[in-house]
């Protein structure tokens, strides 16, 4: 069992997960993920800014993807928080889902207060009857690979930064919500979808890769989509809002997960709907002209 919160699934995890089915192959057991729901930050610090790279379901997405046996969500409350690091093995690791071994990262904290680290999960699993694997940090070029610099490269717009941390496109998912149509009037219909608990990527307009995951015009296009609170219409809560190329259809209640290959511009402000027309027409002929060049995201041997 790999054990964390995995937001992201970046390529540091991803390593986690590969040790975790490698020691399973081994001893001839399944191979699983064990996280939490909602993560930890939202229990504790629930006026917090968002800072989730994932929802759950995108992240059950990723890591099905993985090739896993099995994931299990715990729900994560004060009472779970207040189970001593012994408690937490003994009646969780072992009681409840009866593991035979624990692989984590060397930076893994659990139990009451974190007092319960790496190493104080290899000495319970001693005395429990399981074995524990730590792993170590990622780093790339001196940087550490982690969700915070992710979140980072992000907020700054270097999306292809983010995939190089992440072994893949940061994605939005979610379902397509009605929104006021203004698109339609102008031409570009988009597919609306709320980023709310989501870390913010830098406001603007993104080449994207779009998967459309269920329904009937499920398959994957090319688009632009718009991030923010478009300042023309004065949008109060900040809204994805993707434009797929060579599409027709209703996308309302659809899944869709959209992966941000490269941002174009920021948020503007234009004279009139003539110049926005205009410069939406610029947005996607840029957008096609990236993607037609741009290849897979980056891959490990699991993604």
């Not at 309302?252 to 948020?267: F, N, Q």
């Not at 503007?268 to 027309?277: Q, S, V, Y």
């Amino acid at each position: 069992m790999a054990i964390g919160n995995f937001d992201g699934v970046h390529l540091g995890h991803q390593s986690i997960i590969a040790l975790t089915q490698a020691e399973a192959a081994r001893i001839g057991a399944p191979a699983g993920v064990l996280t939490f729901e909602p993560h930890p930050r939202e229990v504790f610090a629930p006026e917090a800014p968002p800072f989730r790279l994932m929802n759950a379901g995108a992240r059950a997405h990723r890591l099905e993807k993985l090739g896993l046996d099995a994931l299990y969500e715990v729900p994560f409350d004060r009472a779970l928080a207040a189970l001593s690091p012994e408690d937490f093995a003994r009646e969780v690791l072992v009681g409840r889902l009866g593991i035979a071994h624990a692989v984590v990262g060397e930076d893994f904290c659990f139990g009451k207060d974190r007092a319960g680290t790496a190493q104080v999960l290899a000495d319970l699993g001693r005395d429990l009857g399981f074995g524990v694997t730590q792993s170590p940090l990622m780093d790339m070029g001196g940087l550490q690979v982690s969700s915070t610099a992710i979140r980072a490269a992000l907020s700054e717009g270097r999306c292809r930064d983010a995939a190089q941390m992440l072994g893949h496109w940061h994605r939005i998912e979610g379902e397509v919500l009605h929104g006021d149509k203004r698109g339609r009037e102008l031409g570009y219909p988009t597919a609306n979808m709320s980023i709310s608990g989501l870390h913010p990527p830098r406001y603007g307009v993104y080449a994207v890769k779009v998967d459309v995951l269920d329904g009937p015009h499920a398959g994957s296009y090319g688009g632009a989509a718009s991030i923010g609170v478009r300042p023309m219409f004065e949008t109060p809560v900040p809204h994805c809002e993707t434009f797929l190329f060579d599409f027709t259809g209703d996308l309302y209640g659809a899944t869709l997960s959209v992966a941000l290959v490269d941002w174009l511009r920021p948020e503007l402000r234009f004279d009139g709907l003539e110049a926005l027309i205009a410069q939406m027409d610029a947005d996607c002929v840029q957008a096609r002209e990236i993607l037609a060049r741009t290849g897979p995201a980056p891959r490990t041997a699991h993604a």
